[in-house]
């Protein structure tokens, strides 16, 4: 489809163990966001990727986690040795500036952690 | 440090009567705001937005109105209807002249539209 695709859409993992969760952003979009939601609570801001430029790392909970984002498109979210406190829906999102309502983000459906 | 807060867990009203959801934000840069519905199992939607240059933007049922000296928003959905039943995100931004800077959502306000 043209959507923003995320895999795996549910991983079940065990304590320590690292994980990479994937988002395949629209074809053309500029910019690529990880958000994630943890039960119960709101969308919260992980890392924000805007063409060239330095990626916005602020929301980053801790050094486990980190993402990438090769040629401008495809990226990877990685967390190193798990915790039970990372179990949440990771949620990926593009955008571009010149198409949609301003602020617009395409999110995908999310891939889904488990950490027994 | 919660810079977008729907203070409103849930809200439950009747099908055909009006739905008002509630935003309030910290930050003065704020210069962009929108509106997200989420159904379960799917992300997040684009619903409605609001740049800080106005004070109400309207799309059909869906209407936005912003209070900059409040630093308060609300969206408005009138009539309601069972469809609408999703949780809903307030979200803002400091970049609104582009629409690829990062959104600061809020935690979200289940609503349910009872028929």
């Known amino acids: 489809g043209a959507g923003v695709s995320q895999s795996p859409s549910n991983k079940v993992t065990e304590k320590g163990k690292d994980v990479e969760l994937r988002c395949d952003p629209i074809?053309?979009?500029?910019?690529l966001y990880w958000y994630r939601q943890s039960l119960g609570q709101g969308l919260e801001f992980l890392i924000y990727?805007?063409?060239?430029?330095?990626?916005?790392k602020s929301g980053l909970p801790s050094d486990r986690f980190s993402a990438e984002r090769t040629g401008g498109s495809v990226s990877t979210l990685t967390i190193q040795r798990t915790q039970q406190e990372d179990s949440a829906v990771y949620l990926c999102?593009?955008?571009?500036?010149?198409?949609?309502?301003?602020?617009?983000?395409?999110f995908g459906e999310g891939s889904r952690l488990t950490v027994l | 440090d919660q810079q977008v807060k729907q203070n409103s867990p849930s809200l439950s009203v009747q099908e055909g009567r009006i739905s008002i959801l509630n935003c309030d934000y910290t930050?003065?840069?704020?210069?962009?705001f929108l509106w997200y519905k989420k159904y379960p199992a799917e992300g997040p939607t684009f619903l409605i937005s609001?740049?800080?240059?106005?004070d109400k933007n309207e799309d059909g049922r869906f209407t936005v109105f912003l209070n900059k000296s409040a630093k308060h928003l609300s969206l408005h959905i009138v009539p309601s209807q069972p469809g609408d039943s999703a949780v809903y995100f307030c979200?803002?931004?400091?970049?609104?002249?582009?629409?690829?800077?990062?959104?600061?959502f809020g935690q979200g306000t289940t609503l349910q539209v009872k028929p």
């Open positions: 999102a593009s955008s571009n500036r010149w198409g949609g309502a301003i602020g617009e983000l395409f």
């Open positions: 074809s053309g979009h500029t910019a």
């Open positions: 990727f805007q063409g060239n430029s330095a990626p916005d």
């Open positions: 930050n003065s840069m704020f210069d962009y």
């Open positions: 609001i740049s800080s240059i106005k």
């Open positions: 979200a803002a931004s400091d970049d609104g002249s582009s629409n690829t800077g990062k959104l600061i």
